[in-house]
């Protein structure tokens, strides 16, 4: 028989530097708070709740969101109505309200948003209502009767817990309409929980809050530090 083949040598290994992140990168905020973490620990899972999510829409493609029999091919399976599209079986996501000409997310943002709810609370569901018009980040609620609509549109999937990671850029230090109209959302329903961000604005000192932050009965989300 002939003899076996010569084995080849080993490719070699070579140790590289650390290499810088990216500013942008860097600077992008992250959950480095144990207490964060530790919360499934306790079963708190979020078991049984579903989370809707006013943003820039969600990324399908992404491993963490797939499933579910509506959400296998979104393009074109979506449909506009005033509940959009409700799949009781979907995995992670139930309830997808976007324009079907731009259906996913575009910028990235609400895929992060998304991503960190779902770290926080594997167990929960979400519905998502894109109020994005595209990359630029700029947010097609006209005005607090669409905000209104979409919170509802939220519950009739069983979301009673609204995130709003997003904000106007004239930043007030005042009692606001859009405060207003966060209050009088969870007035009328107890069990409606509604999260908006504080801003990127915190160096502006007392007037650093966006139009929805100085709300009564938010929840409102900041950072006192970088990280």
Same mark, same amino acid.
């Given at each position: ?146 905000? *209104?609509?979409?919170? +509802?549109? /939220? ?5 009673? $817990?609204?995130? =709003?990671?997003?904000? !106007? ?37 007392? *007037?650093?809050?966006? +139009?929805? /932050? ?5 929840? $409102?989300?900041? =950072?006192?530090?970088? !990280?």
């Amino acid at each position: 028989s002939p003899p076996p083949p010569a084995a080849s040598p080993l490719p070699s290994v070579r140790l590289l530097p650390d290499v810088p992140m990216a500013p942008a990168i860097a600077s992008v905020w992250g959950l480095e708070t144990d207490a964060c973490w530790n919360l499934t620990r306790h079963d708190l899972t979020g078991k049984g709740q579903v989370v809707q999510i006013s943003d820039s829409g969600l990324d399908f493609h992404h491993h963490v969101f797939a499933g579910g029999p509506v959400f296998r091919e979104p393009g074109t399976s979506i449909r506009v109505s005033e509940e959009g599209v409700i799949d009781p079986f979907g995995r992670k996501v139930i309830q997808y309200i976007a324009d079907p000409a731009r259906f996913e997310d575009e910028s990235g943002h609400g895929t992060h948003v998304a991503a960190t709810i779902i770290s926080l609370a594997p167990d929960a569901r979400l519905a998502v209502h894109k109020v994005f018009r595209g990359p630029d980040d700029e947010v097609f609620l006209s005005d607090r009767a669409d905000f *209104r609509r979409a919170v +509802r549109q /939220g519950r009739r999937a069983g979301a009673y $817990v609204h995130n =709003a990671s997003w904000t !106007s850029l004239g930043v007030r230090d005042a009692y606001t309409a859009w405060a207003m109209e966060v209050d009088a959302l969870m007035f009328e329903e107890r069990r409606q929980l509604i999260v908006t961000a504080a801003g990127n604005f915190g160096e502006r000192g007392d *007037r650093s809050l966006g +139009r929805m /932050g100085v709300a009564k009965n938010g929840l $409102v989300v900041g =950072a006192l530090a970088p !990280s």
